[in-house]
């Protein structure tokens, strides 16, 4: 259908501002794995890696965050998929993710960095992503309320949540793009072009707004307006 080739032009859009808003970071990840790789014959320089070079540790961890998403997300895509057509139920999932953010009131003092980030922390917020699928449950609140029940630190828990995407994304674009060539999907490149970079803006513009709320500890603000919407759909829907 013509409306997949818009999908994925949106989605590799917030890919881009994602990593734009991260390029910091993903340049110290190159450069910490690129010193990394030029020392793989040191073993002393591998028995520490992980501690000596915290950006790659993150990569680790998003790399097996994405595990569980992955495996969720081909698994069951048939059925996530079917629950696109049932907007009571992504209303009622909107109070699932009020539930979930007004959690984070209870962990204010949260202060553990990447140093101290290990697989299981890596798996279960992968696992809260693979869920977030689910249309009314909030991608990066989930998965930030997630980091942040575990303790991590809320810069780190908005820098994991928003990176652990970047694999997520671009699995989602090359699913799509494959769905697109099958349908022979076609479509006015004007309307890509505004898509692409509105869709892009619009998500930098988003992430300035969203991580200093996260940073001041204010992420359960969001359940004012989650649970009047969530049992308006309800009502309504």
């Not at 299981?120 to 989930?142: C, F, H, K, Y």
């Not at 697109?180 to 898509?195: N, R, T």
């Not at 200093?212 to 649970?227: M, T």
């Amino acid at each position: 259908e013509p409306h997949i080739l818009f999908d994925v032009i949106v989605h590799a859009a917030t890919l881009v501002a994602t990593l734009a808003f991260y390029r910091d970071t993903v340049k110290g990840i190159v450069s910490e794995t690129l010193a990394l790789g030029f020392g793989i014959f040191e073993v002393r320089h591998w028995k520490n890696a992980f501690r000596d070079y915290p950006e790659v540790r993150l990569l680790l961890m998003i790399v097996v965050g994405s595990v569980p998403t992955a495996c969720i997300g081909l698994v069951f895509k048939d059925e996530l998929e079917a629950l696109f057509g049932e907007p009571k139920f992504a209303a009622w999932m909107l109070l699932v993710t009020a539930g979930l953010l007004a959690l984070t009131m209870i962990q204010r003092g949260s202060s553990r960095t990447i140093e101290s980030m290990g697989l299981r922390d890596a798996l279960t917020i992968g696992l809260i992503q693979g869920m977030a699928v689910i249309p009314g449950i909030s991608r990066s609140g989930s998965t930030i309320a997630c980091a942040m029940l575990l303790g991590l630190d809320r810069q780190l828990a908005a820098r994991y949540s928003f990176l652990l995407s970047v694999p997520a994304i671009l699995g989602a674009v090359l699913l799509k793009t494959k769905d697109a060539v099958e349908a022979g999907a076609h479509i006015d490149v004007l309307p890509l072009v505004v898509g692409f970079f509105s869709a892009a803006l619009v998500g930098v513009l988003a992430l300035r707004f969203f991580i200093p709320i996260v940073k001041q500890g204010k992420l359960h603000y969001f359940v004012a307006y989650l649970i009047p919407v969530g049992i308006l759909g309800i009502c309504v829907l």
